[in-house]
């Protein structure tokens, strides 16, 4: 069962754990002595200092570049985040990493459930072999010429959040310093990694993170991260789940290699329509995209537009979606709407997901759901005999009498990140399937 997006924060009291161990000796009568174990001293979080904030300089060209080639990207939801692989559904399989580049999507975000693989105490050693899963599957990843994004998310005592079945849980006090020094275990690890990895220091804070607790840990963490990656872009996101309405209250610490990531699942009661996670669950039926409900989706995008004009930091849109209760038709509306919307800001994007509840593939029938990724097109289309004689105009393209085009152009701002454009949906209208046997132009 997924979390309840909208579960209420219960401030929860916190233990505070003695700093160092107890020793006692206690004389007896038999002259002799008793001791009890010693309890590994607490880590210190000061030992983990917030880098300087308040005048962050505006991004590098290198963290503009990475931003920009994220591109049109896509979320590996419900695999590794799940409290164990495999559990919501879905797992990274080699199928799935060759169909999401096949496809011709830039990026490919990573979310990692860190904090199920970790131990309860210092110094909160990441399972080995978990940790040798998720980097096997960012080489892959990075081996199909992706750019990844690899997460931490769902740490759900971070946020004050009630643990999943099965979770362990840890004293309170130690929550926020595990949190750093997983980080400096990951960074320490990824090191290595070309410039296509980016990591994003967490998912959709909320809850006790929300306000000053985030900016002071994120300042943390991105210290310890700075250790072993001095220049590595680094994606920070606002808290109450990365809303755009928090950009104002995130404090950057002073560095150039960041992106500044949102999410939009504006409207809520369409996106999430049915979603089982949210409570209470949401009535089926609300279709999409009115006038209004565009203005509501397009809301969070300009408030983000305006944030990153004036603070010099690209932005992405690192989740957005509709889940699969909702109508097709409308997903397709609301999709297409969504990219052109973040595209015409000059923002990249992931959408939010690939292969479960909000999937644009079907891991079953190892097929692309056809309209839907129409929405957040990256597939190449073959033209079928009707079209092949004549010129096919839609929207500003042109397709030429070529039986399979080197590549489709549509209206997006930059040519070189558009290998190709959905055609009128549902493609069965128009007779035109869907090929994904080729990998595309990227930038
Ligand atoms: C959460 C998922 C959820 C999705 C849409 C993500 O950030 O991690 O569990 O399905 O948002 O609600």
Known sequence: MRPARTSLFHPKARAVLAASALLLAAG?????????????????????PPMPKGAPPGASARAEAAAKALGRGVNFGNMLEAPTEGAWGVSVTDDVIDKAAAAGFASVRLPVRWSNHAGAEAPFTIDPAFMTRVESIVDKLLAKNLVVVLNMHHYRQLDGDALDAGEAKVADALVDVRFVMLWEQIAARFKSKGDRLVLELYNEPHGRMNGEPWNVLAARALGVVRKSNPERPVVIGPTHWNSAGDLAQLKLPNDANLIVTVHDYNPFPFTHQGAEWVTPVLPLGVTCCSAAQVADMTA??????????AKRYPVYVGEFGAYSKADEASRVTFNRTMRDAIESRGMTWAYWEFAAGFGVYDPVKLAFEAPLTCGVSVVRVTLPAPFLSSTFRMRNLTFGATPRLAALEDSAPDPPMVPAMCVPCPYSSVGVEVANERPLRKS
């Open 28 to 48: 007896c009568a038999a002259g002799g002595s008793i001791s009890i174990p010693l309890t590994p001293a607490a880590p210190d979080i000061n030992a983990y």
């Open 300 to 309: 969070p995008l300009d408030v983000a537009k305006s944030w990153a004009a």
